[in-house]
């Protein structure tokens, strides 16, 4: 097993609960310890998508060459003009979201682009991921943590793969 240590305090993500409250949007500025840079043809039209969809918020724009959007602290995403790829990459962009918000982000999304989301479904670690197809192609998932039952599937599965849990 690896050397590991709770580090929770350095994360906007709230403790899993049914009630979590997301954090604000974060609009301070910080060095990215990662971002995305997502090709589009069509910055307005993938702008619209990630702000009334995804819930994030246009942070700046240099117009007809960048927009920087967020969401939380450590939820960058840049947009850029470019071609949208014919098809969608294996990979995927995940962004932790609070289980209250699966749901509305869903419909906004649908609302928007009707047939691109698939989900919300469980995960085997502890997690409801909804997987949305963006405008440019991308395979984003917005994960919630569920609250951590120490003696469901999900504990267990953790435990087998030799992660002890404090229960966040």
């Keep these: 097993m690896a050397n590991t240590y709770p580090a929770f305090d350095i994360s906007p993500v709230p403790t899993p609960a ?97 047939g691109c989301t698939t989900g919300p479904r469980r995960m085997p670690w502890n997690s409801i991921e909804l997987e949305v197809r963006t405008p440019e192609n991308v395979r984003v998932i917005m994960t919630a943590a569920h609250p951590y039952d120490a003696t469901g599937p999900e504990a267990e599965f953790l435990r087998s793969i030799g992660i002890a849990t404090d229960g966040r």
């Design 18 to 114: 049914p009630d979590a409250e997301a954090p604000e949007l974060f609009h301070g500025l910080y060095g990215m310890p990662m971002f995305v840079t997502l090709p589009t043809a069509d910055l307005a039209a993938s702008v619209d998508f990630w702000t009334r969809g995804l819930g994030f918020f246009d942070l700046f724009t240099v117009p007809n060459q960048i927009t920087h959007l967020r969401r939380w602290a450590f939820q960058d995403v840049l947009l850029v003009p470019g071609e949208r790829p014919a098809a969608a990459a294996a990979q995927t962009v995940s962004f932790s979201c609070v289980l209250s918000q699966i749901d509305q982000i869903a419909a906004d999304c649908e609302r928007l682009t009707p």
